[in-house]
């Protein structure tokens, strides 16, 4: 098995630098670490808990910052050009009722914008924008899948690959006020990967030549079964949801440094599908690792209502279900693959009522086990006995999982999310993984508000329900004070808020840097009965990181220093941070 080396220093100052900048309520590094971070500025969309601060991306062209501002249907444009003041230069607006879900920027400034459909099972676009003119505008678009939920260009730039995530509709959810409501899975569209080739003629960002493919999973239904037995996860309602095409929900995207191979993460199977992009098409579905956190080193505090920070083995397995991955070459030459490994459930409706509306939920307390018409805790479980709350009675676990070869009980428990970062080969084996660390350090470095919540400071707050939550993962390139080239993996802690930095360079032997949570967990945002966050909210820094994205030092605009930027979805912040090489 697997062993993390990753130890934890003891818990350094803040630093003097970036002080003015707002809070800091945790800055752990490590002795001798070659690199810090910490705040350089921030913009603040002034909106809280609407997602108006998610995806970002940075043209070194025009160092202008594009943020998806989901909360008004729109593209921000920044000017981060004084990197410690970005500014709001203008917004791009979409169709009526379609949605940004995501975006990134090729070298030209050619913008690519992955946008839902008004109704999520309809067919959304991939909108095209001349990302350099003085008010971005479109210059091309074509229809891509269902709910497309992440675009990434490839490193040379040709291609713009688009992860249609194909979600089902919820009951009732119909996309518009006036149409009756539906039954849960009234559409259940594909997932796939759209391949779309865009080529400037004669460098004229107006003279646009883009070719289409999908790559689809219909394929692989044949191979079901086997892939079934090698962990693939597959939850639904009836056997037409669990067909793969279906049933698999592309996530995110990571593209090899020579552009030929890509890894789409497919959280809620709980695997990668690989992608050949030449050709346009999925080449393998790779099922990923159960974690076993009863082993020591691997272990999770499993309870909300234990009153203390405690991180144990305890008898459950943690399915890994990354949500943003990042991928390089390390020495060796071969592609890794880092993994946020957050956890997601199927949820489409009512908890309480979805079966008589056609939903699916596949999450449930452990201690629920046996009621609503969920299957029981078998009699000779690990788990059994073990359900009171400040055990494992208030764990969310995937019921569908783990169990009984006759179906009739759980066997063994299973958890979203590993709570961990993962280093992953190119078939998707786990080199390397943090282990229970996520969670120990953050006990370490904000014992007062272990596992807190995004929206409002808690203590312990998220044990039950994913930890953490490391959610969003980019990796960069540094050169530092020696002249050597070092490879850093940046992971923001969506739920408890901050940065983890880790040197990914020995994918084998990741290391620990630093740890910095730019938020203040003494200020007070909880939201009253009409969603309102109380006056002076904005004094808590950044809270749910999102979407990151590395700046080289040769790309930045501040010269030499490499910047991290992050779209904070509940404190609707984009803050840039620096990266300083310390010797």
Not at 163 to 188: F, I, K, L, T
Not at 217 to 235: I, M, N, P
Not at 560 to 571: A, C, D, H, I, R
Request: charged share 25%.
């Amino acid at each position: 098995g697997l062993t993390s080396r990753w130890t934890t220093p003891a818990a350094s100052a803040a630093p003097d630098a970036g002080a003015r900048l707002g809070p800091v309520a945790a800055d752990v590094r490590a002795p001798g670490a070659e690199v810090r971070l910490s705040v350089l500025g921030r913009y603040s969309s002034g909106a809280f808990a609407q997602s108006a601060a998610e995806i970002v991306a940075h043209d070194p062209g025009t160092h202008r910052v594009f943020v998806v501002n989901a909360l008004n249907g729109r593209l921000d444009v920044l000017d981060a050009s004084d990197p410690t003041a970005p500014v709001l230069e203008t917004t791009v607006a979409f169709g009526a009722g379609e949605v940004p879900n995501s975006v990134d920027v090729r070298e030209d400034g050619l913008v690519a914008v992955a946008v839902e459909a008004p109704r999520k099972t309809d067919r959304g676009r991939l909108v095209l924008l001349d990302g350099r003119a003085e008010q971005p505008r479109e210059v091309g678009s074509v229809r891509v899948g269902a709910l497309p939920d992440m675009v990434t260009w490839t490193p040379d730039g040709r291609t713009a690959l688009v992860a249609n995530e194909g979600e089902p509709s919820a009951p009732g959810d119909d996309g518009s006020e006036d149409a009756p409501e539906r039954p849960g899975y009234a559409a259940d569209p594909v997932g796939s990967v759209s391949v779309v080739d865009v080529v400037a003629r004669g460098g004229d960002l107006d003279r646009l030549r883009v070719r289409t493919r999908t790559a689809g999973f219909e394929r692989f239904e044949a191979r079901r079964d086997e892939l079934v037995a090698a962990g693939l996860r597959l939850t639904g309602p009836d056997a037409a949801s669990l067909r793969l095409a279906r049933n698999l929900e592309p996530e995110y995207i990571t593209v090899a440094d020579d552009g030929r191979t890509a890894w789409v993460a497919l959280q809620e199977a709980n695997a990668l599908a690989r992608l050949d992009v030449v050709r346009g098409r999925i080449t393998d579905v790779l099922p990923l690792e159960r974690v076993d956190h009863s082993r020591p080193g691997h272990g999770i505090d499993p309870s909300d209502r234990d009153g203390v920070a405690d991180v144990r083995p305890v008898p459950v397995t943690g399915l890994q279900m990354p949500d943003g991955i990042a991928s390089y070459t390390a020495a060796d030459g071969e592609t890794y693959v880092v993994t946020a490994n957050e956890g997601d459930s199927r949820a489409w409706g009512d908890e309480d009522t979805w079966r008589e509306t056609g939903g699916f939920s596949d999450e449930a307390r452990a201690k629920d086990l046996g009621d609503d018409g969920l299957p029981p805790l078998c009699a000779t479980s690990p788990a059994a006995g073990r359900l009171d709350d400040a055990d494992l009675g208030r764990l969310t676990i995937s019921w569908p999982d783990g169990l009984s070869a006759d179906g009739s009980c759980v066997q063994d428990l299973h958890a979203y999310g590993s709570r961990s970062v993962s280093v992953l080969d190119a078939d998707g084996r786990t080199v390397w993984d943090s282990g229970d660390q996520l969670e120990r350090l953050v006990a370490q470095a904000l014992p007062d508000f272990f596992n807190s919540d995004h929206e409002e400071a808690t203590f312990d707050g998220r044990s039950d329900n994913k930890g953490p939550e490391p959610e969003g993962v980019t990796v960069g390139r540094v050169t530092t004070a020696s002249g050597e080239e070092r490879v850093y993996a940046f992971v923001g802690l969506e739920r408890v808020g901050g940065v983890v930095v880790g040197d990914v360079t020995d994918p084998r032997d990741v290391r620990f840097v630093q740890y910095l949570n730019p938020r203040d967990l003494s200020v007070d945002t909880e939201v009253d009965d009409d969603d309102q966050p109380p006056a002076g909210w904005e004094a808590a820094g950044d809270l749910g990181p999102e979407g990151l994205a590395f700046v080289a030092a040769e790309d930045s605009p501040l010269p030499g220093v490499p910047l991290l930027v992050v779209g904070n979805e509940v404190s609707g912040t984009t803050t840039l941070l620096r990266l300083d090489v310390t010797g």
